[in-house]
T-cell receptor, first 113, second 114 residues
Framework: KQEVTQIPAALSVPEGENLVLNCSFT??????LQWFRQDPGKGLTSLLL?????REQTSGRLNASLDKSSGRSTLYIAASQPGDSATYLC????????????FGKGTTLSVSS | GAGVSQSPRYKVAKRGQDVALRCDPI?????LFWYQQALGQGPEFLTY????????KSGLPSDRFFAERPEGSVSTLKIQRTQQEDSAVYLC????????????FGSGTRLTVV
């Protein structure tokens, strides 16, 4: 059974710091991996999607990497801002396309000004 | 519409009451998913539709939970005889054709059973 773990569970940093969020998964037979952001009381906003054949994706100050063989992904946030404060969720899709996402419990990030 | 729309945003139900939660996916999206998110947890899969066909309902926690998508667009998640443990945020997501596109989530319905 696929399990997704996110470390740390919570992180507090001062504005301007670069930071890394970690995600690990137990079964390397994934179709893709997606990072989401969730603001309190809100739904999920997709940040980056990495197909299993890709190694990384970048969007602005965000960079996500994927090492499928070791079952790991990282989300790198450069020059953090208070507006980055949210919960970041990692999710993997099972091998077959169109099937369910399996989520980690998330990392709650707080960026202080 | 431009995004996935869910209604109501908030629902308070008395224990034992039936509730119906609605999801309007992005127009033309074939795949539709329902997830349940308990406080402090990641979303957990409930059920999946491809068009009007419910292809996977393995995540539904009990036979009190029922979902439908009769015309392959709008979906309704129904919970009968609600219990306190049903209190959670219920998220709907849709996905377009093709392997490249990820999932688009709605804002969710927060259900509180009192």
């Amino acid at each position: 059974k696929q399990e997704v773990t996110q470390i740390p569970a919570a992180l507090s940093v001062p504005e301007g710091e670069n930071l890394v969020l970690n995600c690990s998964f137990t079964d390397s037979a994934i179709y893709n991996l997606q990072w989401f952001r969730q603001d309190p009381g809100k739904g999920l906003t997709s940040l980056l999607l990495i197909q299993s054949s890709q190694r990384e994706q970048t969007s602005g100050r965000l960079n996500a990497s994927l090492d499928k063989s070791s079952g790991r992904s990282t989300l790198y946030i450069a020059a953090s801002q208070p507006g980055d404060s949210a919960t970041y969720l990692c999710a993997v899709s099972r091998f077959q396309a169109g099937t369910a996402l399996i989520f980690g419990k998330g990392t709650t990030l707080s960026v202080s000004s | 519409g431009a995004g996935v729309s869910q209604s109501p945003r908030y629902k308070v139900a008395k224990r034992g009451q039936d509730v119906a939660l609605r999801c309007d996916p992005i127009s033309g999206h074939v795949s539709l998913f329902w997830y349940q998110q308990a406080l402090g947890q990641g979303p957990e899969f409930l059920t999946y539709f491809q068009n009007e066909a419910q292809l996977d309902k393995s995540g539904l926690p009990s036979d009190r939970f029922f979902a439908e998508r009769p015309e392959g667009s709008v979906s309704t998640l129904k919970i009968q005889r609600t219990q306190q443990e049903d209190s959670a945020v219920y998220l709907c997501a849709s996905r377009g054709r093709g392997d490249y596109y990820g999932y688009t989530f709605g804002s969710g319905t927060r259900l509180t059973v009192v």
